[in-house]
């Protein structure tokens, strides 16, 4: 039986992937216009935003945690940037002030998370709510913030192509990549495994867990706000009230779709590679069918429990890890 259970994990990611094939199949034959280039264009733009977000988030699934501030930690830190280089400042400060804001926003979910044993849902929940709150209240004059022309010397991560290619994949390519390494060809990568698989025995062995639970949030944040970076480069702007358009779930639903288990220890970067596609696929064909905005939150609440309820069975809690409580 154990067994089964174990080809059914290695199976979840080639299931996803040939889902996904078929769904742009069934699009690009039913639906006018998915086809285009301009539409496949908005969707891998789309799509490479909702990728680098799920890697992060992916890093502390697999620890064993999650991560729901990491929408504010897209949009504030970038705020804080682009209104800094806006006042006057040069852009190198802007960008050191943005991302020590988001390493500080990661510090403070680990140490609450590590040291305080605060379960990750509700410290990450207060910490996006707070840094919003502080962002939109206090930080920022405007809700909507321009993209200041002293940034155009990074704009290209989110603007043009090459050979056809967007840069903004580029960018999710080579996060990916990095990401990859990181937990395939590190140490600290390894640990992050170890803790998600079994935390005590992972303590047991001498990995200094506190400290590893710190990196990841902060690792996370970082990456939201890169994330933030090209999608405001994109644009040319970034809404900060978009910490409210619940595109946490999305990111949650690439990451737990692609097969990452929320029991922690496993999955990968090829796992956020097709959850995102088909994430971004799904919407992008609900978008063109002008879906209205509650029944793509509706249709998407579905799909999350039923791949939290996938996850469940091809990832079934252990006795180790039922000891290690709640996310």
């Known amino acids: 039986m154990k067994a089964i259970i174990q080809n059914m994990k290695l199976d979840q990611q080639a299931i996803v992937a040939v889902l996904f094939g078929a769904i742009f199949v069934v699009f690009a034959l039913v639906l006018p216009g998915f086809l285009t280039f301009g539409n496949l264009l908005a969707l891998v733009r789309s799509v490479s935003v909702l990728g680098i977000l799920g890697l992060g988030m992916a890093i502390v699934v697999i620890g064993r945690g999650i991560d729901l501030s990491m929408i504010a930690s897209l949009a504030i830190p970038t705020g804080v940037v682009m209104t800094l280089v806006i006042a006057g400042y040069p852009p190198g400060v802007g960008l ?29 929940l207060a910490v996006g709510i707070g ?43 080579v996060a990916a990549f990095l990401v990859h390494v990181f937990l395939s060809r590190t140490r600290l990568g390894l640990f992050i495994y170890a803790i998600g698989d079994n935390l005590a ?40 009230r978009i910490f409210n358009l619940g595109w946490i779930y999305d990111v949650i639903l690439v990451v737990v779709l692609g097969g990452i288990g929320l029991s922690g220890g496993r ?9 995102t596609l088909l994430i971004g696929t799904i919407v992008n064909g609900m978008t063109i069918l002008n879906v209205s905005f509650e029944a793509q939150s509706l249709i998407k609440g579905l799909v999350l429990l039923a791949a939290i309820l996938l996850d469940s069975i091809l990832n079934p809690r252990n006795e180790e890890t039922a000891k290690q409580g709640d996310i």
Do not use: C, H
């Open 96 to 124: 050191f002030v943005g991302l020590a804001f988001a390493v500080a926003i990661g510090v403070a979910n680990g140490i609450l998370v590590a040291y305080a044993e605060i379960p990750p849902l509700f410290t990450t």
């Open 131 to 173: 840094i919003a709150g502080i962002g939109q209240s206090g930080l920022f004059e405007y809700d909507i913030i321009p993209w200041p022309p002293e940034l155009n010397v990074i704009a290209w991560i989110g603007r043009g192509s090459i050979v056809g290619i967007p840069y903004s994949v580029l960018a999710f390519v």
């Open 201 to 240: 025995a992972a303590r047991n062995a001498g990995i200094p867990v506190r400290p590893i639970i710190i990196l990841k949030y902060v690792m996370a944040a970082v990456i939201a706000m890169f994330a933030g970076l090209v999608l405001s480069a994109s644009s040319s702007s970034m809404d900060t």
């Open 267 to 275: 999955g990968g970067v090829a796992n956020v590679i097709v959850g």
